[in-house]
């Protein structure tokens, strides 16, 4: 190779280089950042008095389930039901997933379903599942079962907890009628 070769290919180098190093500070003239005197966001936070509330109105309590039951809609809780399907199952005698069978939850006995193999925290519990307990679950089970491996967040609208809870009493041998019971 003589040297007007070695030339030619060392002008290439040097001319993408020369190329390059133009356009990063052409880009950084266009397109500069500007940095911050404080790092970080500021975060407005109103001051509460003292003494709490001004007014004094207490924090807001939902209303129990049992009378969100007698408003509760089948059909919105076959829906709600469709971000469980990926864990659970619902039909009788369905297989267990990553999550147990809910086919007949409500009056089960807590931890026992077939086959599957619950957590050391619900393997401590004792009792049937009633209304008021599913819903508390479902609405944060990590705060009702401490140690629990369920990862879902929960379901915070209570009248959506009480539509998923009569679609769930609806998917059994001996539903329990919860709406009439919720009358009385």
Known sequence: MDSFELNKIMGA???TCLGLLSLNIAA????????????GYAI???EKPAGGDPKG????????????LASADL?????????????????KGGRNLVGPNLYGVI?????SEAGFNYS????KMKGPWTVQELSDF???????VPGTSMTYAGIPRASERADLILFLNSKSDKPQNLKAAQAK
């Open 13 to 15: 180098i040097l001319g």
């Open 28 to 39: 950084n003239a266009i397109f500069h950042p500007a940095v911050p005197a404080k790092p």
């Open 44 to 46: 407005a936070v109103p």
């Open 57 to 68: 109105a207490p924090a807001q309590q939902e209303p129990p389930i049992e009378q969100l």
């Open 75 to 91: 059909a919105r809780g076959e829906t709600s039901h469709n971000k469980c399907v990926s864990c659970h199952t619902f039909d």
């Open 107 to 111: 009056g089960r006995e807590k931890g």
């Open 120 to 123: 050391a925290a619900f393997k």
């Open 138 to 144: 479902i609405k944060n089970p990590k705060l009702m």
